[in-house]
């Protein structure tokens, strides 16, 4: 692989990060947003936590309720209607709701070296509205303008959608709300305007029909989007039939805009492969991976809350150095470090 594993992985440990209250505890902390900041490398962690009691015979879900106030359902296990049989939520077998078994919320962390990391002790960014009352998951950072866009999944009772916040110096921040309604997620803002424009990969997630492809859209004012065309879609079988998705934003380089994104077979092992399209067409792939460009190896990433998992919300380069922060396992964020115009010579023609 192109990409080489830190020697100190997994460099954030759920066990590293506080509980934003006493009376939870952290499961999770991963699929992290990545920028540069002044002289420092920043994070947005995706930390999930659940109540630290444990009710025997019961599960606890904890979300928003319709007055913003964090609830804990509590759903007895010998209740019949329901599907324990997946850890991360609880499925109503009749009405086919969902309920989660932990919420997340957004953390910021701080590192001068890219890899010994402070910290924050409370949430960044917290559920706050309706549409985020399951949690708030997998910020993907991008600078332009002055400014950082923050995009994030927002999760709620009524599907899966992508809201926007911006700052600029990660102390203050401005909620914009949401941009892409359900069901849509795995958005990844381009770091630069093209034709005027600005220009962002999604992925739309179909029901009866279609696969969950990555798909480009333009806006004037990144809120209101258009012009939607797809890009990469899922193979009928191998590593990327079960979706592909956006992971960290593109970087710029001389060859083209490069992209790493993620793909899961139907099993739901996830890796990640990575593209190349021409500075001015975003929507035309020239290179791509025919194979991973990463996999699930480690016992951190084969082992864990859900196994067999590599996912990228961020990367950031200086110079040739290319180093990808990645949730392993749905649990904690390692490190892959590697030369930029390695993996972008690594790439095959289309």
Known sequence: MVLERHPQNPIIRPQDVQPTRPDFEVIGAFNCGATLFNDEVILLLRVAERPKEVIPGVVRCPHLNPHGELTILEIPRHDDRYDFGDSRFVLNRQTGELWLTSISHLRLARSHDGVHFTIAEQAWLYAEQTLESFGVEDARITHLGGQYYVNYTAVSRYGIATGLACTTDFESIQREGIIFPPSNRDVVIF????????????????????????????????????????????????????????????????????????????????????????????????????????????????????????????????????????????????????SLADLTASLEAV
């Not at 798909?215 to 879609?233: F, I, N, P, Q």
């Not at 399209?277 to 460009?293: A, F, G």
Request: glycine share 12%; net charge negative.
């Open 191 to 338: 770091p630069q305007k093209m034709n005027g424009m600005y220009v962002c990969y999604h992925r739309p997630m179909p029901g009866m029909f279609g696969g969950y492809h990555i798909w480009m859209a333009t806006s004037t004012d990144l809120k209101h989007w258009g012009e939607h065309r797809v890009v990469l879609e899922a193979k009928p079988d191998g590593w990327e039939s079960g979706r592909v998705g956006g992971g960290a934003p593109p970087i710029y380089t001389e060859a083209g805009w490069l992209s790493i994104y993620h793909a899961a077979d139907r099993h739901d092992h996830y890796c990640l492969g990575a593209f190349l399209t021409p500075h001015d067409h975003p929507e035309t792939i020239i290179r791509i991976s025919r194979e991973p460009i990463f996999s699930p190896q480690a016992p951190y990433e084969t082992e864990g809350f859900f196994g067999n998992v590599v996912f990228t919300c961020g990367a950031v380069a200086q110079g040739d150095l290319l180093r990808m922060y990645y949730g392993a396992a749905d649990e904690c964020v390692a490190l892959a470090e590697g």
